[in-house]
């Protein structure tokens, strides 16, 4: 039985995002309420993948509370303040933060109003694609004092993009279908965070032609894409087994690591272990064959 509860908790809130996108105009990182201070003490953070961020950048000092669904142990001692859509206002005040990291969705915008109409600074860090990523990247670095390491950080994941595409070139694109869930078939879609960084890694989105970032998919459509590799980054199993029946002339391969499933700082490993996934003959860095 998968153990894997932070994809579980990041599919509904993509889902979530999904449909905000399609009611609001899009924007890039951007502050609520008062301005932090210019030395940020005190950090708050909504999402693992935002405390990935803060981490990543040698700010994990500043943390003082994180989500019920952060796993890291440099975290397991903070305080839990709620969830990706239901944060509690009440803990988050009471840690006094000199700034709180969210990525904003229809379910927690109330919520996160509320504390910014409160004197909370709140820095809204969108994570909808690659080039969000990397501008969330560079917009923390700036409120956290960390510009050098946050241009480290974002230098880094594009060399590691460029390599990635190089090593692809010359080698057949697979045919892939991204699972999210199998009961019902949740997929990546066009246009979402996994369908980008396939596309880096050669590979062809069985799902292209769907009409959102994260549709569910009818097994009908599944079978008839005859896809060459099936991603299971599902949380759970349920469904799988009869799926894998039906198409099993498809090789199936799991996510070896939340690096794939989180639009962090670790984008970079993700794509590698991607490739590693769809090209498991191929020397990555090289795009020849073993």
């Not at 708050?44 to 952060?70: I, M």
């Not at 946050?150 to 057949?172: C, D, F, M, N, P």
């Not at 759970?236 to 894998?244: C, H, N, Q, R």
């Amino acid at each position: 039985m998968k153990t894997r509860l932070v994809p579980f908790v990041l599919l509904a809130a993509l889902c979530l995002v999904t449909a905000a996108r399609a009611a609001a105009p899009q924007g890039g990182p951007r502050f609520l309420g008062p301005k932090p201070p210019e030395k940020v003490k005190r950090v708050v953070t909504l999402a693992p993948s935002l405390t990935e961020t803060v981490l990543a950048l040698g700010a994990g000092s500043t943390l003082v509370g994180v989500s019920r669904f952060d796993e890291a142990k440099e975290v397991a001692g903070l305080r839990r303040v709620g969830g990706f859509v239901d944060p509690s206002v009440e803990a988050i005040i009471g840690l006094r933060p000199d700034l709180l990291l969210v990525q904003p969705s229809p379910g927690n915008q109330r919520p996160v109003e509320k504390l910014a109409e409160l004197g909370v600074p709140v820095l809204l860090l969108p994570l909808h694609t690659v080039a969000d990523t990397l501008a969330a990247l560079r917009a923390v670095g700036k409120a956290l004092g960390k510009d050098k390491e946050a241009e480290t950080l974002v230098q880094r994941i594009e060399s590691t993009r460029a390599r990635i595409r190089e090593a692809a070139k010359g080698l057949k694109p697979p045919r892939v279908l991204f699972a999210y869930g199998f009961e019902p078939l949740v997929v990546a879609g066009p246009g979402s965070f996994a369908d980008e960084l396939m596309r880096d890694a050669g590979a062809l989105n069985v799902a292209a032609d769907a009409g959102s970032e994260y549709p569910v998919y009818s097994v009908e459509h599944a079978v008839m894409a005859a896809p060459d590799v099936v991603v299971d980054a599902a949380d759970v199993d349920v469904g799988k087994d009869k799926l894998t029946a039906i198409l099993s002339r498809s090789r199936w391969v799991e996510v070896p690591s939340l690096a794939l499933l989180q639009p962090g700082p670790s984008l970079g490993r993700g794509l590698e272990e991607l490739f590693q996934l769809l090209h498991p003959s191929a020397k990555p860095g090289t795009g020849t064959v073993r």
